[in-house]
């Protein structure tokens, strides 16, 4: 079982830079994969980012690529996600993922434990 919680969202301009933490808990977090997903008001659930159970391994949406960066430290059992040059239309809810596995998915159908989320609001 995994545990996970989401902080450090907020409103901030267009341009602007907010940092996501998911604190793991209740398993041994250096085995699962972690993902990053977003739901915008009316729109299913996106993929964002993920990182595999080393962090040597990343993938990253092309909406999304060249601005965000995700990142984890194991030893702490914390994933990052450090949104830069953010846009309007990086509104939404921001939810962090986790399964056990050495890949590293981009489906939402593919992650077994899920945080609550935490909303990320940008205005232009």
């Known amino acids: 079982q995994v545990q996970l919680v989401e902080s450090g969202g907020g409103s901030v301009q267009a341009g602007g830079s907010l940092r996501l933490s998911c604190a793991a808990s209740?398993?041994?977090?250096?085995?699962?994969?972690m993902g990053w997903f977003r739901q915008a008001p009316g729109k299913g659930r996106e993929f964002v980012a993920a990182?595999?159970?080393?962090?040597?391994?990343?993938d990253y949406a092309d909406s999304v690529k060249g601005r965000f960066t995700i990142s984890r430290d194991n030893a702490k059992n914390m994933v990052y996600l450090q949104m830069n040059s953010l846009k309007v239309e990086d509104t939404a809810v921001y939810y962090c993922?986790?399964?056990?596995?050495?890949?590293?998915?981009?489906?939402?159908?593919?992650?077994?434990?899920w945080g609550q989320g935490t909303q990320v609001t940008v205005s232009s």
């Open positions: 209740g398993s041994t977090f250096s085995t699962y994969a």
């Open positions: 993922a986790a399964r056990w596995t050495t890949m590293v998915p981009t489906s939402p159908r593919e992650y077994r434990y």
């Open positions: 990182a595999s159970w080393s962090g040597g391994s990343t």
